[in-house]
């Protein structure tokens, strides 16, 4: 499998050169030349498959040339095997209709395990063939820094310098990063928000000179190999609610496009996906966009879904491109413009590609707190912000009611422990893997938000290049 970039100029890649490269070389993002195609039958043959069993068939095609199908079954067992739960991402009933797509019972309780633990056994399997060395940049609203760091701390060939924006996450989420202690990681609370952090990441990208001289990685979404983990579990959830003979909805808590971009990634390789809900809090450039078709960022507004208060998607670029015609020479002019005016107006073609499967609501506080309530009522669930903006939005949803409609529960309530209280009057204990987190020491630095003390920083730290 070959990977183009979405802006047209950089050089095709394999899976392996595409994983340890994270962002292409023109700015753009990697994505498959074409999609795999699953069959009716190749998805029925996915029924009673374990959680490994279902990532190597959804994931063989996309490893080809990079891996076979022996290793990505070692990588997956690796990965999924620090898992609390069999299923890995079991399936839990709401009522009639609604389900909830239990994505946390990873190391440090968030969706973002289930790739991260695969992109750490990635990296380490790369590395040890080339006898080369990385450095992660990584930008986190919250729950990318800890499930990163948790995947590569102690490797030897990695370093990992992960920037949070200070003031802007659970104290969950910053002891799990902050409370770790292993010599190649470094953490960095910026002044500023998670798109400036992400801005400052993609910069360091695009220097050539930086990039190159510390061999820069990327743990954030805009490295393909995290989408391509996370298609698997939208195959597992609809293979057991009937699919391929029935097709089923998700409802997904969105933030930089990441996740929802991987259901859409499983309905072009032939998953019946019948909607795609983007449910996005009171940040809701991605609403305006695919309600209106106006991409223009606002400030952000810090909210209690923290990991979704996000203005700038980097993963939409994938969508455009792919919705949009795959014209990477238009699209980097698009994006461009972007950049430089913080506004942009989707194409008709744009538009159109994306309404076939894609529907947006914003939720605000209030729809978030009934959500919960919600959940505990009808099912004695007591989920996160983040999952109930996503089944707020699923409740809305207009799809045909035969459908079952999938949320995807993003987090573990217990990492936002306040704001749960505050909705359901209940407050989640801590699991016991990460019981110990506020007997444990911080250590971080913290820096402006400028590019000169984020790359001094790094440069004084990291490992050039031989
Ligand atoms: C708990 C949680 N829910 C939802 C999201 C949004 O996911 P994405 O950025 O892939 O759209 C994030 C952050 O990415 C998150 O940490
Ligand atoms: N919500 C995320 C933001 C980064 O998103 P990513 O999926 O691109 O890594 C977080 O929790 O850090």
Redo the contacts with the bound molecule.
């Keep these: 499998m070959q990977y183009v970039s979405t802006r047209g100029s950089a050089p095709a890649l394999g899976f392996e050169d595409v994983t340890l490269a994270g962002l292409a070389s023109d700015g753009g993002l990697y994505v498959p030349e074409s999609w795999p195609s699953f069959s009716p039958d190749d998805i029925r043959a996915l029924a009673g498959l374990s959680y490994v069993e279902t990532a190597v068939r959804v994931m063989a095609p996309f490893v080809t040339g990079s891996l076979g199908e022996e290793e990505l079954r070692e990588l997956c067992e690796a990965a999924y095997g620090r898992f609390s739960h069999d299923a890995v991402t079991p399936l839990v009933q709401l009522d009639h209709r609604h389900w909830l797509l239990e994505l946390f019972h990873g190391p440090t309780l968030?969706?973002?395990d289930v790739a991260l633990q695969l992109l750490g056994e990635l990296f380490e399997r790369f590395l040890s063939r080339r006898e080369d060395h990385l450095t992660i940049v990584g930008a986190t609203?919250?729950?990318?820094g800890s499930a990163a760091i948790d995947a590569v701390a102690g490797r030897a060939k990695v370093d990992i310098f992960m920037l949070h924006p200070e003031g802007r996450v659970s104290d969950v989420q910053r002891r799990q990063m902050t409370t770790v202690r292993a010599p190649n990681v470094y953490n960095i609370a910026i002044d500023g928000s998670f798109d400036d952090a992400q801005a400052l990441v993609k910069a360091m990208f695009n220097d050539a000179d930086f990039s190159r001289r510390f061999n820069l990685s990327a743990v954030n979404?805009i490295n393909w190999a995290r989408l391509m983990a996370q298609v698997v579990y939208y195959f597992y959830a609809a293979v057991r609610l009937g699919a391929p003979e029935r097709p089923v909805a998700f409802s997904?808590?969105?933030?930089?496009?990441?996740?929802?971009f991987a259901g859409y990634v499983a309905a072009q390789m032939g998953l019946p996906v019948a909607r795609l809900m983007v449910a996005t809090n009171v940040n809701d450039i991605l609403h305006r966009a695919l309600s209106e078709g106006d991409y223009s960022q606002g400030q952000v507004v810090p909210t209690a879904?923290p990991?979704?208060d996000?203005q700038v998607?980097s993963?939409f670029e994938r969508l455009l491109f792919d919705a949009g015609g795959r014209d990477g020479k238009a699209l980097a002019q698009q994006m461009h413009g972007f950049e430089a005016s913080k506004a942009m107006r989707l194409t008709n073609a744009q538009r159109d590609g994306a309404s076939k499967l894609f529907a947006s609501t914003r939720v605000d506080a209030d729809g978030m707190t009934m959500a919960m309530r919600w959940a505990y009522d009808a099912a004695g669930q007591i989920i996160?912000p983040?999952?109930a903006i996503g089944l707020a939005a699923a409740r809305a949803m207009d799809v045909d009611p035969s459908v079952p409609v999938v949320t995807l529960a993003?987090?573990h309530a217990a990492k936002f422990r306040d704001a749960v209280e505050r909705a359901t009057g209940t407050r989640p204990p801590l699991p016991p893997r990460v019981g110990d987190l506020f007997a444990r020491e911080e250590s971080y630095a913290k820096l402006p938000g400028t590019f000169e003390a984020v790359t001094a920083y790094v440069a004084e730290r990291a490992t050039p290049r031989a």
């Design positions: 968030a969706f973002k609203s919250g729950d990318t979404s997904v808590p969105t933030g930089n496009f990441g996740d929802v879904t990991s979704m996000i998607s993963n996160d983040h999952s993003t987090a």
